[in-house]
C-alpha cells in the first residue's frame, strides 16, 4: 500500500510540476481566420503585436485564448510561448526565435513580384529596382523580400523578411538592416547599424536627389533627428570624407567577416579604415 501511495504521490507532483511549466513557459498555436488572429495557450502567453487598426504596438499578456483583429497587415510576436505553432493563408513569415515576429497579409495571393521581392503596390518597383541596385554596392540580397506601402505613420522592418516603408529613402534604410542586424547581428545596445543604414539612404539621395541629401543633412547637423540618426551619422560619413568606396568597403569588410559586432568593434574598424 505504502508503494502505491508513494507512487500515486510523485505522480500528483509531476502533473503538477508538469501543469506549471506549460502554464508559464506555454505551448502556443497561432491561427488565421475571417481577418482575426487567434491565440490558443496552455497558459500565460506574452505577446507584442501590431495591426492596422490602432497603428501601434501593443504589448500583451493572454491567458488560454485571445482574438485580435486586423484589416490588411498584423504582425505578432509570441515572447514566452513553448513550441509556438503558427498557421494561416495568409502567413508571409514565420517567428523563428524571441527576436523575429509571425506577420500575416490579407492579400498575400495578390503580391506583384519582381525578382525575389514581392510588394503590395504596383508603383514600389521602381522604388525596389532603385533600392535593389543601389545596395548590390554591399552585396545582393538572396532570400524572399516583402515591401510593404500600408500608410503608417514610421516605416520598419521585421527581420529578415517583411519592410514596412513609407519612402524609397526609407527603403534603403530598412533593407540595410538585412545586412547588418540580420546577417551581421548586433545587440539590443548598438547603435553602429542604425548608423550605416541612414549613412546608406543618404548615399543613395547624394545619387538621385542631391536637394533632399542637403535638406536631410542640414536637419541632421541641426539635432532635428534623434541620436544615432542625427549628428552620428554626418559625423561618421565625415570622418571617411563622405567617400561612397571607402564607405561600401567598410561595409563589406564588415558583411564578410564578421557574424556579430558590437559598437567598440566597430570603431576599431573605422579607425583602422581611416588609417589605411
Not at 495571393?109 to 525596389?128: A, Q
Not at 547603435?191 to 548615399?203: F, M, Q, R
Not at 532635428?224 to 561600401?248: A, H, Q
Amino acid at each position: 500500500m505504502n508503494f502505491y501511495k508513494k507512487k500515486r504521490t510523485l505522480l500528483v507532483i509531476f502533473v503538477f510540476v508538469l501543469f506549471l511549466f506549460f502554464f508559464f513557459y506555454p505551448v502556443t498555436f497561432v491561427d488565421e481566420e475571417d481577418n482575426n488572429i487567434r491565440i490558443f495557450s496552455t497558459g500565460l502567453t506574452k505577446v507584442i503585436f501590431y495591426q492596422d487598426i490602432e497603428h501601434s504596438f501593443i504589448e500583451k499578456t493572454i491567458f488560454f485564448y485571445a482574438p485580435i483583429p486586423f484589416e490588411e497587415f498584423v504582425l505578432l510576436n509570441v515572447q514566452n510561448g513553448f513550441l509556438p505553432r503558427q498557421n494561416g493563408e495568409t502567413l508571409i513569415q514565420r517567428q523563428s526565435n524571441d527576436l523575429t515576429a509571425m506577420v500575416y497579409f490579407k492579400n498575400k495571393n495578390t503580391l506583384y513580384n519582381y525578382d525575389n521581392f514581392f510588394y503590395n503596390k504596383k508603383w514600389l518597383e521602381n522604388w525596389i529596382v532603385e533600392s535593389k541596385d543601389f545596395l548590390e554596392n554591399i552585396s545582393e540580397i538572396d532570400e524572399p523580400m516583402y515591401i510593404l506601402y500600408m500608410d503608417q505613420g514610421r516605416s520598419f522592418q521585421v527581420l529578415p523578411s517583411i519592410y514596412v516603408v513609407n519612402s524609397v529613402k526609407d527603403l534603403i534604410h530598412e533593407l540595410s538592416h538585412y545586412f547588418f542586424g540580420y546577417k551581421v547581428k548586433t545587440s539590443s545596445n548598438d547603435t553602429w547599424h542604425e548608423i550605416l543604414a541612414e549613412t546608406n539612404s543618404l548615399l543613395f539621395l547624394r545619387e538621385v536627389s542631391p536637394e533632399k541629401y542637403f535638406e536631410e543633412t542640414e536637419l541632421k547637423k541641426a539635432g532635428f533627428y534623434d541620436e544615432p540618426y542625427g549628428e552620428k551619422v554626418i559625423s561618421f560619413m565625415e570622418r571617411l570624407n563622405f567617400d561612397k568606396e571607402k564607405i561600401f568597403g567598410l561595409e563589406r569588410y564588415i558583411l564578410n567577416n564578421f557574424d556579430k559586432l558590437d559598437d567598440k568593434g566597430f570603431e576599431d574598424l573605422v579607425e583602422t579604415k581611416i588609417k589605411h
